[in-house]
């Protein structure tokens, strides 16, 4: 059973990096389309960024939950759980780095998205069926999901004006 969920949390991996990636292009592609904006990074903020890593993580939860959800009953309590983690590590990495170095590399901030999604995969491995599922954290984890799938499209047109939400590029907020 542990062998079949690896191949999940790989094809987890890297589903997230595929679509991450194609996510930094998106809205730029798309003539500047206010539907792109919601899910793909609107500029080069690392709030932007952590949304990359939020809705391919979050499509692939729905996969997860249909093919896996009787498998692991506390599915959603862990993938929130560990999507939160990776999204924790996008700003640590990025800015531990850039605070060591003094300016960004565009590798080493490829390799920080790359670390942050083996991160979600990886916690989610090694939690998922290690204890027994409580409904009410799964209503949790699914709850904590949807806030930050509302968070991601709310705080990409009503930024907070914070370091986070900031685009070191332009000086600007959110898609505006």
């Excluded at 003094?102 to 490829?110: M, Q, S, T, Y």
């Excluded at 409904?135 to 986070?164: E, K, M, S």
Aim: positive net charge; proline residues 3%; contains cysteine.
């Amino acid at each position: 059973m542990r062998k079949r969920l690896f191949y999940w949390e790989l094809a987890g991996f890297l589903f997230t990096a595929a679509l991450g990636t194609l996510l930094h292009f998106v809205y730029d592609w798309s003539g500047d389309s206010t539907l792109a904006a919601a899910f793909s990074a609107v500029n080069e903020s690392t709030w932007e960024h952590m949304k990359l890593l939020f809705f391919p993580a979050f499509l692939f939860s729905v996969v997860q939950v249909w093919a896996l959800g009787r498998t692991y009953p506390d599915l959603l309590e862990v993938r929130a759980t560990a999507v939160l983690a990776g999204l924790v590590l996008i700003p640590t990495l990025f800015y531990t780095y850039t605070g060591v170095l003094g300016f960004h590399v565009l590798w080493a901030d490829i390799a920080v998205f790359l670390l942050a999604d083996l991160g979600t995969c990886a916690l989610e491995f090694r939690l998922l069926g290690r204890r027994r599922a409580a409904l009410w954290r799964q209503v949790a984890g699914l709850l904590l999901l949807w806030v930050l799938a509302f968070l991601f499209v709310y705080w990409t047109f009503r930024p907070p004006h914070l370091g986070l939400w900031r685009d070191p590029a332009t000086g600007g907020y959110g898609i505006f």
